[in-house]
């Protein structure tokens, strides 16, 4: 397990700066919105569609600064996941913005397949 250290640095940005500024922001929320916040975030639909491609996406990043290929294979699974629920999701509601969301992560998984 060799750490690339370019890899790493994109990494610890990319993460790192987002994660500072959502803390932050989570930290000034009054009491209520902090509840509002928790249940939304612990919702199934949160869960299987954010959630998993959120997460897919952190392992996929991963694997490119440790390069444990297997990190890449579940990142993908998980994207794929959350893609398909997100579809089903907004399938409801709009369905062209459905098939836009399905064909853009599509290509995002093209190109991490490579």
């Known amino acids: 397990m060799d750490v690339n250290t370019d890899a790493l640095v994109y990494f610890l940005v990319g993460w790192g700066i987002p994660l500072i500024v959502v803390g932050r922001?989570?930290?000034?929320?009054?009491?209520?919105?902090?509840?509002?916040?928790?249940?939304?975030?612990?919702?199934?639909?949160?869960?299987?569609?954010?959630?998993?491609?959120?997460?897919?996406?952190?392992?996929?990043?991963?694997?490119?600064?440790?390069?444990?290929?297997?990190?890449?294979?579940?990142?993908?699974?998980?994207?794929?996941?959350?893609?398909?629920?997100?579809t089903f999701h907004q399938w409801k509601e709009e369905k062209v913005k459905s098939i836009l969301v399905l064909a853009l992560l599509s290509f995002a998984i093209f190109l991490n397949i490579k």
Do not use: C, P, Q
Request: charged share 20%; no cysteine; aromatic share 14%.
């Open 25 to 86: 922001a989570y930290w000034k929320m009054s009491a209520e919105d902090k509840e509002d916040v928790r249940s939304d975030f612990s919702s199934w639909r949160f869960i299987s569609t954010f959630g998993f491609i959120l997460s897919g996406i952190f392992l996929l990043h991963a694997e490119s600064v440790i390069g444990v290929g297997i990190l890449k294979i579940i990142g993908i699974g998980l994207v794929v996941l959350g893609g398909i629920f997100n």
